[in-house]
């Protein structure tokens, strides 16, 4: 059973889906028609899996550049009667929010959902952004599922709440219900005429005269006094269990919570909340006034707790609340069974019964080594890197007198040994703007940011377009691999055709860079160290700016196309055992076997760059990837 | 059954994910209820995978745990340690792949990668329910270099009773899409022998 066909299962069948592919499912049982996003880990799946099947279902989904123009091509439909999804990841809200808040005001005719997924951990994010605030910053209602079968359920729920308000709706999902695989039950499909049809209205569409932004900002909130009403028709926020003790929780918290509960075989009342914005204050003032104390078990901030703090003020309520500090919940990181049991023992003022692991101290005599993520056998970026340091040393810089800017993307693992290339990772984009700011502050040396295809697509123009204009003296390396490949090989605008199957327009980078009023601008090949090096070399010192783009399909996406090269072999007749192939490049295919380097075959791509750095010329070249060309697809 | 704990411990690119898969789509054919967690590094390949596998009448969580597994399944000797010592108990049954990864620190020389037979101690410390064998090896050996993941799965149907073949078969054929025939016969083969293999792959 495939994908699709688990996606595109009939109505009730029980299937196993992943959150997001489960969300995907709920999007198009609810006859979405069109759905953008930008790839952020953990939302991806949810447009990787409609894109394929859009045809079949009769969507349009596609990548957008970035999570902005995603957000208005959801909203422009929705504006235009067109049920429509917007996906993103935690710091993709940062993105899209200027849009996103100005959405309230305008509202919408037909449904839209925006997917906002965010990270506690955190595992891939930059930062543990809690974005229910964001709800609360651009109020908007918001829907948080606490599993991977709500996660399917609530996006009908999601959309007709979305149709009665008139408002975007915000779906806000963490990493645990994204990427959490699950048995789920598959709906029915709805099929409701959608037409398009554009307004004519200004006071609505316009925010340029401020009496009707004080109107439409009264209408908001005039809409969002109805949210709780509409919710509970909805079935949303729901209390489970009995007793005087009570717990508040929503998200993937719920499940910590009921388990521990059924572990510790206690009583107590769950009150589960779902609509978590607005804050639904008749729902808990109905529920609440049975509990004597309340425990809120919540990731990240500390949001329903705040919220718990203020509704108990305001109506004089006499309640123990035991939030974040009384329980010990951390502010930092995510929640798991077993933080959650701890807190249930200092709450209910019970004796550990958990197993004793006294195996771990038993447990202690092999230190383990460290794993962090490398680079993969092949990546181009390996070659970018090491020809850069080599061109910044052969300039005469020592390594840390040119600051190399990193930005977001594969290309972050040069962080790790042994290239240890990068100075920041910061955000999308940022890499050129922050150079900048260092030669603009005055830094004399050269500054190189480095940035990959889709991240420069993103965020990263308008910081080139600043250079070129402000004439700043500055190297940038456009890492081009061909795809957004950390996320999981999306396409980006150089694609001729998207996942979905339609033939699109690529743009150039090197035709937009140019456009830009770059002069300076080269193609090279990164599994040409020679290249890279003299590219570089020739233009780190020379005034204002320079683009090298740095073009090799990303090698696991080759390898997945049937794409790769011959290992190369070691001469054992001229190999001293220096190890230099080994730790120049940090290729996980070539190891240090006993003192000797080895090629491990069926990791190799054939990149040929550890053969490049052999210093007594050992390596037998099998293969030349440098006479082939891979081309975008 | 109330709930079974499995924590699949491998290095991106074993096949890790697809293991846990395997397993959920076998427990959802028999009856039971599925979560499967996963704690992914940033790399596609190369990184630490950790996939949690709960199965059984009542789960809800996706997280196993401290303590609370009841099966390991490691595809990599470091990567199986680094997990039972979080999740393994007195009693959990520890199935372990004995063909090292190097990570990048040990190939640069900064960290040493610990010698197998210290690994292969501290689990049987950790537990007597131990079996090793190089799973890698033995599924090269059959031609089918990317498939430890079958392997493992294969040792551990032969030694738990939770679930019976005939469904992680269909688990196999629903996300190996791959060499499919090959991987079944594999499975099967292991299944036929596995006390002949594990002494004969024991290191
Ligand atoms: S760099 Fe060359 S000489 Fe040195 S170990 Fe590698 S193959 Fe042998
Ligand atoms: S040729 Fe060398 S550097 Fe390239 S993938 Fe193979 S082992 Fe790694």
């Keep these: 059973m495939s994908l699709a066909e688990r996606v595109l299962a009939e109505p009730g069948k029980r299937v196993l889906l992943m959150g997001n592919e489960a969300i995907a499912r709920g999007v198009i049982e609810s006859n979405v028609k069109v759905a953008s996003g930008y790839p952020g880990t953990p939302s991806s799946e949810i447009i990787m899996t409609l894109a394929p099947l859009s045809k079949k279902v009769g969507m349009y989904a596609e990548w957008a550049t970035n999570e902005k123009v995603a957000f208005e091509i959801a909203l422009g439909a929705a504006m235009s009667g067109i049920r429509s999804l917007a996906t993103m990841k935690a710091p993709g809200y940062n993105v899209a929010s200027d849009s996103i808040v100005s959405a309230a005001y305008t509202g919408v005719n037909k449904g839209l959902v925006i997917v906002i997924a965010d990270d506690p951990g955190p595992h891939t994010t930059q930062t543990e952004q809690d974005n229910r605030w964001a709800a609360k910053l651009a109020k908007l209602p918001m829907i948080e599922p606490s599993n991977v079968q709500e996660a399917l359920d609530y996006v009908k729920k999601a959309y007709v709440l979305s149709e009665r308000l008139q408002l975007p709706i915000i779906y806000r999902t963490t990493t645990r219900v994204n990427h959490t695989v699950s048995d789920v039950v598959v709906g029915e499909f709805v099929n409701e005429e959608q037409e398009v049809f554009v307004e004519y209205n200004p006071e609505r569409y316009i925010r340029a005269s401020m009496s009707w932004n004080r109107r439409r900002h009264e209408w908001l909130l005039e809409q969002l006094s109805k949210a709780e009403k509409y919710a509970s028709e909805l079935d949303l926020n729901r209390i489970e269990g009995k007793g005087e003790d009570c717990i508040l929780t929503s998200g993937v918290s719920y499940t910590y919570v009921k388990e521990n509960l059924k572990r510790l075989q206690i009583d107590a009342s769950i009150i589960k909340l779902e609509l978590t914005y607005p804050w639904p204050e008749k729902f808990l003032l109905d529920n609440i006034t049975k509990c004597r104390r309340i425990l809120v078990v919540e990731e990240l901030d500390p949001y329903l707790e705040e919220h718990l703090r203020q509704t108990a003020q305001r109506h004089r309520l006499e309640l123990e609340i035991w939030g974040k500090n009384e329980a010990g919940i951390p502010l930092v990181g995510e929640l798991n069974p077993t933080i959650v049991y701890n807190a249930f023992l200092k709450f209910f003022n019970l004796n550990s019964t958990i197993k004793n692991n006294s195996q771990k101290s038993r447990a202690n005599k092999v230190r383990l080594p460290q794993r962090p993520p490398p680079m993969c056998p092949g990546c181009p970026h390996r070659g970018s890197y090491m020809g850069l340091l080599k061109a910044i040393q052969k300039s005469g810089y020592r390594k840390r007198e040119v600051p190399i800017m990193g930005d977001i993307g594969c290309y972050a693992l040069s962080l790790e040994p042994p290239l240890e290339a990068i100075w920041t990772e910061h955000a999308m984009g940022a890499s050129i703007g922050l150079a900048l700011g260092i030669k603009i502050a005055g830094y004399d040396k050269p500054v190189v940011a480095t940035i990959g295809d889709s991240t420069f697509f993103h965020a990263g123009m308008p910081a080139l377009v600043e250079a070129v204009n402000k004439n700043v003296d500055l190297l940038v390396m456009i890492l081009d691999n061909i795809s957004i490949a950390m996320t999981g090989h999306q396409s980006t605008p150089e694609f001729t055709i998207t996942e979905s199957g339609r033939k699109v327009k690529p743009v150039k980078i090197e035709d937009v860079v140019r456009g830009m009023g770059v002069e300076y601008v080269r193609i090279v090949d990164p599994f040409n160290l020679e290249e890279v090096v003299e590219a570089v070399k020739d233009a780190l010192n020379k005034p204002g700016v320079k683009v090298i783009i740095a073009r090799r399909e990303c090698a696991l996406q080759a390898w997945r196309r049937g794409i790769s090269y011959k290992p190369p072999v070691i001469d054992r007749s001229k190999c001293t055992d220096c190890m230099a192939c080994v730790r120049a490049t940090g290729c996980p295919a070539i190891i240090d076997a006993g003192g000797k380097p080895l090629v491990i075959e069926e990791q190799c791509y054939g990149c040929n760059l550890c053969a490049q750095v052999c210093p007594f010329d050992a390596f037998i070249l099998r293969d030349n990837p440098l006479l082939k060309v891979d081309g975008h697809e | ?203």
């Design chain 2, 1 to 203: 059954m109330n709930e079974y704990n499995i924590v699949i411990a491998s290095v991106g690119g074993q096949g890790g994910l697809t293991l846990s898969r395997i397993i959920g789509q076998a427990a959802l054919l028999k009856g039971y209820h599925v979560r499967i967690g996963e704690t992914l590094g940033m790399s596609q390949r190369g990184g630490i995978v950790q996939s949690y596998v709960r199965i059984g009448d009542t789960v809800e969580s996706p997280i196993v745990g401290e303590g609370e597994a009841n099966a390991i399944l490691g595809l990599e000797p470091v990567e199986a340690l680094r997990a039972a010592k979080r999740y393994a108990n007195d009693d959990t049954l520890i199935i372990v792949n004995t063909e090292p990864i190097h990570t990048i620190t040990t190939i640069a020389g900064r960290e040493k990668y610990p010698p197998l037979l210290d690994i292969l101690d501290e689990l049987r410390t950790i537990s007597r329910n131990m079996i090793a064998l190089n799973a890698t090896e033995y599924a090269k050996n059959k031609g089918l270099p990317y498939s430890t993941n079958v392997v493992v799965l294969a040792v551990f149907a032969s030694k738990t009773s939770i679930i019976e073949p005939e469904y992680y078969i269909e688990g196999i054929k629903t996300f190996v899409r791959r060499l499919t025939k090959e991987n079944i016969e594999l499975f099967n083969n292991v299944l036929r022998n596995v006390n002949k293999i594990i002494t004969m792959f024991s290191q």
